[in-house]
């Protein structure tokens, strides 16, 4: 894992300075604090910027890469698997190679074959090439967008870096994007909350030349229709055979490296299985690391990671978290995350990370994607209860809708907004977690200023986010496949594999490797049908059968958990919920332009007399209204009004 910083402009004129770059590298040390380089090239058109965790082939992996005639350029964050096939194929065709890294791959498969031949890479990755006598720039993210990749346009100039830091740092201006905050799009789409700075989005390539810009997707998740699927006469046994070998494909491509591998251990079935698969693989015990809230036992899984732990003969460390803990860290984790934070778990798996870096691991293992992949999470089993039965025991079902209608309170029931309503309308069934993010977002409006009610009032974010779809990927596809198929263009990206994922891994030069995210796995999870991820009241069940020899008795039984930190009022005498309270109290929360501060004072002054269940459904949003302070000093966000041109 590294990063880098590059800037291209059609005009040599208009080029920034080495000086300049070097200070956005600066800022994101961080991610590869083993070496680092600037490149410029002659014309000046282009400059590259790349600091380097060094993982494979650590003596001379240095980049930019350079193809042997100069033509070719290329600075690359992330790891591409089985590399070693594809390098001797390269090399029997006549390409020379300069280093041992697995990067310089990349390079030579676009020599040979062009865009095309970058779609033979695996793994997760972004990277930016630089043809030099195509006058060609080409921008690229691995297909579940697990690797970040910004790009922003400046007065001619065209920005791509591995975080938004190192983009301002060299000298783009920090504003808010206001229309990005307002309507969402900084998770349902790929804006940011920075203006002018976006994401690549997941499995696209963008291609730069004087004459413009192209983007292009290269990959996507694809669903049969569900007639198709419903047909299906595959069994339960070949199912799980063939998740089984996949996943175990993946896990072992994912233990190459040049330096010693741990594994990431939540307690839950996913990190559980790939400790026990990678142990078996490796014919060795890992060092295996969890979390502990232990002042408050209902966030805490530390038993069950300890029983996976000794399944596995891991070395098992326990990192405890407290309240002051994430209150200390809260505000770094913050400038590293770039985004809002909704509970501090965040902040957790920042805190886990400093404590892996310093045993000495640059590499882990983790669990995360098994919920997108397999149907994991509660909202995608409502899906299923409310939309779709096929293959399911009807007693099971009627056991999930009675439960459901005891516990209704995360899902708006009256007065959904309009463009909610319309969506479900558009699609023909409602979707369990985008009705309740809409509940969320409508409590969140209720302390919005004047202004922007005034400004984003009538903008409708969720019929913004459904046009932006391909609607032929929905066509014809199950409700839950639909939902699950929402959740990966929004969330997975852009909250998920940010916040629990690679931000506060790279935070400490930490490299997180998701086995259960490679492509592959996701296409064949694609295929099975609804009853094969969701059973009954078993959630993920092909996963989980698959993994079941790798598994405590008791983890393998254990239904889905939540990762979450200890909600800050939960101890409104505790540093966490002090931070909560002296930060939104403060001259940072004036400095907002989304929020009228004497509501949200008047809030905060109702809350001890406030029941839990209504506190609980607060506490995301003072998070998020703590983690908008935080960025608004770390970056010094100036608040520029700017026309919103979104069309709906």
Not at 121 to 146: C, K, S
Request: with cysteine.
């Amino acid at each position: 894992m590294c990063g880098f910083v590059t800037v291209y402009s059609a005009n040599p004129l208009n080029q920034i300075k080495p000086a300049q770059i070097e200070q956005g590298l600066k800022s994101i040390i961080h991610r590869g604090p083993d070496e680092g380089r600037v490149w410029q090239s002659n014309d000046q058109r282009m400059i590259m910027g790349h600091t380097r965790l060094s993982i494979i082939g650590l003596d001379n992996g240095i980049q930019p890469i350079h193809s042997t005639d100069g033509a070719l350029h290329i600075v690359v964050n992330g790891e591409f698997y089985d590399f070693e096939k594809i390098r001797y194929e390269l090399i029997r065709q006549g390409c020379k190679f300069v280093t041992q890294s697995d990067s310089e791959i990349a390079l030579h498969l676009y020599q040979l074959y062009g865009t095309k031949g970058l779609e033979k890479l695996r793994g997760e990755f972004a990277l930016v090439l630089f043809d030099q006598r195509q006058n060609l720039v080409i921008a690229m993210r691995d297909r579940a967008g697990v690797k970040p990749l910004f790009v922003a346009e400046d007065q001619g100039r065209y920005y791509f870096a591995s975080e938004i830091k190192a983009i301002i740092d060299s000298g783009v201006r920090a504003v808010w994007d206001e229309a990005s905050y307002n309507t969402r799009a900084f998770y349902l789409k790929n804006n940011t909350l920075f203006q002018n700075v976006q994401s690549v989005p997941a499995g696209h390539m963008m291609t730069l030349t004087p004459s413009g810009v192209t983007q292009q997707c290269y990959w996507d998740i694809d669903y049969p229709d569900a007639d198709t699927l419903n047909a299906s006469t595959l069994s339960d046994a070949d199912a799980i055979q063939q998740v089984h070998d996949a996943i175990e494909e993946s896990v072992k491509l994912r233990l190459r490296a040049d330096v010693p591998i741990g594994v990431y251990l939540s307690g839950g079935v996913d990190s559980s299985a790939i400790l026990g698969m990678a142990t078996q693989l490796a014919g060795k015990p890992f060092d295996a690391y969890n979390l502990s809230f232990g002042e408050m036992e209902d966030y805490d899984e530390n038993r069950f990671a300890r029983l996976a732990a000794e399944k596995n003969g891991a070395r098992f460390h326990t990192v405890p978290v407290t309240q002051k803990d994430l209150a200390d860290n809260f505000e770094k984790a913050v400038w590293h995350n770039e985004t809002p934070f909704f509970n501090a778990h965040g902040v957790a798996k920042y805190i886990l990370s400093g404590i892996v870096q310093d045993a000495g691991n640059k590499v882990v293992l983790t669990g995360e994607g098994a919920d997108e992949v397999f149907g994991g999470y509660p909202h995608f089993k409502r899906d299923m209860a409310l939309f779709n039965t096929q293959g399911q025991n009807p007693d099971d079902v009627q056991a999930i809708l009675q439960k459901m209608k005891a516990n209704q309170a995360g899902y708006t029931q009256q007065g959904m907004p309009a463009d909610v309503e319309w969506l479900t309308q558009q699609l023909g069934h409602g979707v369990s977690w985008l009705d309740n993010q809409a509940g969320w977002f409508k409590e969140l409006q209720n302390v919005y200023a004047d202004s922007q009610i005034e400004r984003f009032g009538d903008v409708e974010p969720y019929r913004i986010f459904f046009n932006q779809l391909d609607h032929r990927k929905l066509a014809g596809i199950d409700p839950v496949h639909r939902s699950m198929y929402l959740w990966a263009k929004s969330f997975l990206p852009n909250f998920v594999l940010t916040t629990l994922g690679d931000r506060m891994e790279m935070a400490h030069s930490v490299e997180g490797r998701v086995p259960l995210l490679d492509h592959r796995v996701m296409e064949l999870a694609a295929t099975l049908p609804v009853h094969l991820k969701v059973r009954g009241n078993t959630e993920k069940f092909v996963f989980r059968e698959a993994m079941k020899p790798y598994l405590p008795e008791e983890l393998y039984k254990r239904k889905k958990h939540y990762f979450r930190a200890p909600p800050s009022t939960l101890m409104q005498q505790g540093p966490l919920f002090e931070l909560v309270n002296d930060t939104l109290n403060s001259s940072s929360l004036d400095a907002l332009p989304f929020f009228d501060s004497k509501k949200v004072r008047r809030l905060l002054a109702e809350m001890p007399k406030m029941s839990p269940q209504r506190l609980a459904l607060l506490d995301p949003m003072l998070m998020e209204l703590t983690s908008l302070c935080i960025l608004q000093r770390k970056f010094n966000l100036a608040s520029t009004p700017s026309v919103y041109k979104e069309a709906a």
